[in-house]
């Protein structure tokens, strides 16, 4: 297993314009979570699957945002009409029920100009 | 409201000399805590953690100390390595059995 795999690594986007991201995470892990990091900060929470069910999302997730795990294997993340204020890193991650800690993605930069 | 503090903003420490980087947190509630470690342009790396019923976790030269009553976590690193260089976050779970709450990190440098 190659571990938590995010595409694109980086986008560079036009304010106003769409985006999408994708996030294959460990094949075994049930879980998978969203996670935006901005300059100086921690990762923060975005929002959360047990197989294909969202079951929490982050008040720091507009009705811009939108994220889905089809079947219970990647996700997606899409933005709509991209701001600059949206200009992060997105990082996804893994884990089994019943263990604590997380594997995360390399994450894609995001630019919003 | 920040509920995990990571004060320090950066630490910069002597090859083979201990690191130790501090992180306050806010409630009591908090029942498992992890250090994460994250170089330039990667996802963040689990380093090691430990359970609230614990006081000290080790692992080869990172051990993590937990100070419940005074709501403080440590990581020392002896000795410190230049490859250890890199932004530590503290994170601590709580109030459910899957989100993790980070601190704003901690640069670390070890100068040779």
């Known amino acids: 297993d190659t571990g938590v795999s995010q595409d694109p690594r980086h986008k560079i986007t036009k304010r106003g314009q769409n985006v999408t991201f994708r996030c294959d995470p460990i094949?075994?892990?049930?879980?998978l979570y969203w996670y935006r990091q901005t300059l100086g900060q921690g990762p923060e929470f975005l929002t959360y699957f047990q197989n294909e069910a969202q079951l929490e999302k982050s008040r720091l997730l507009s009705d811009r945002f939108s994220a889905e795990r089809p079947k219970g294997s990647f996700s997606t993340l899409e933005i709509q009409r991209t701001e600059q204020g949206d200009s992060a890193m997105y990082l996804c991650?893994?884990?089994?029920?019943?263990?604590?800690?997380?594997?995360f993605g390399s994450g894609t930069r995001l630019t919003v100009v | 409201d920040q509920q995990v503090k990571q004060n320090s903003p950066s630490l910069s420490v002597q090859e083979g000399r201990i690191s130790i980087l501090n992180c306050d947190y806010t409630n009591s509630m908090f029942d498992y805590f992890l250090w994460y470690k994250k170089y330039p342009a990667e996802g963040p790396t689990f380093l090691i953690s430990?359970?609230?019923?614990?006081d000290k976790n080790e692992d080869g030269r990172f051990t993590v100390f937990l100070n419940k009553s005074a709501k403080h976590l440590s990581l020392h690193i002896v000795p410190s390595q230049p490859g250890d260089s890199a932004v530590y976050f503290c994170?601590?779970?709580?109030?459910?059995?899957?989100?993790?709450?980070f601190g704003k990190g901690t640069l670390l440098t070890v100068n040779p």
């Open positions: 094949s075994e892990h049930n879980r």
């Open positions: 994170a601590v779970r709580g109030g459910s059995n899957y989100k993790l709450t």
């Open positions: 430990i359970s609230s019923i614990k």
């Open positions: 991650a893994s884990s089994l029920a019943g263990t604590y800690g997380y594997t």
